[in-house]
């Protein structure tokens, strides 16, 4: 049964595409209580209760890309565009270092006017200020040789959700010209030159099923990233899947606690997407095996202009307010935020 399945992964961290299938499709309430509290304990067992956190600087929203799901895709003509510029996003760090934050994540859309150079003399700027921060890129698909560029500028870490490891499934939440087997490609280029790897997907994201779902998981098995990104799919108005209903807490919580067992030492944040569908959605995401936030850091001005869904949250805080904001809500499950780069944890030896 599911019970034993669920069981059994908290063991080996290991199971067939098919049993991964067995469990979303047969689990009962009982059963997903079960996994959270396998999670759970697996987390404290290599994490303890504290909890890492990143601050998230959204530097552009210019993309050239189309992605059927988001807000800031190309064709939106509702979307006001905006640049940081390097002394911005410097500024957003000195607030960030100051808040206590030791990891910065540049995001942005694939904004071509952010060429390699301009890249590597921001990022190189970070690095000389803040020797003991890491510094994380999510900045979409780019060619082996740029991503080597970064590395050795002093990127630590890339973030690029696979979205889905079901190929017709990317390619219905794509336009043709994004490919499955590049973005495939991407994430081993990435993981070869040596940088911490973040892959993730959306959780009820339109055409997902549990096929696809558990081809995700198995995915994730195999890959072995450092990181997984997960957070509910939520339409925005002016998109193709504006109409589409939103992924669902239960199911996220759910998946969470599934890649806690899979990895026991996966750096797995409770999104901002989780914290938008629901008020205690990033503290349920803790409970279920997440272990890291990751709070804006753009400048307040800036924030509502970054919207890939509808409702976000944070839009109108400081970042010193969002960050006071998670403290309480953390200190209320009994977690903490740690001042820490927050690197993977070493595998423990018994696994
Ligand atoms: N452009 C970079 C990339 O694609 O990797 C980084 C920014 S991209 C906007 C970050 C992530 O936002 C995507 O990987 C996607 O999973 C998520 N996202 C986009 N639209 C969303 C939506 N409507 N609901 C939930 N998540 C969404």
Known sequence: GVSELLQLLFEKHHLSLSSYEKILRERTKEEEELARSLARECTEKHYGRGVYTRGLIEFTNFCKNNCHYCGIQRDNGEVERYRLSKEEILSCCEEGYRLGFRTFVMQGGEDPYFTDERIVDIVSAIRKAYPDCAITLSIGEKSGESYEKYFKAGVNRYLLRHETADEAHYQYLHPKELSWKKRMRCLKELKEIGFQVGCGFMVGSPGQTVKTLAKDLYFIQEFQPDMCGIGPFIPQHATKFAKEKAGSLGETL?????????????????????GTIDEHGRELGILSGANVLMPNLSPKEVRKKYLLYDNKICTGDESAQCKADLEKKMKAIGAELLVDRGDARKEKESE
């Open 254 to 274: 759910f998946l969470l606690a599934l890649l806690r067992l899979i990895k026991p030492n996966l750096l797995l944040p409770a999104t901002t997407a989780l």
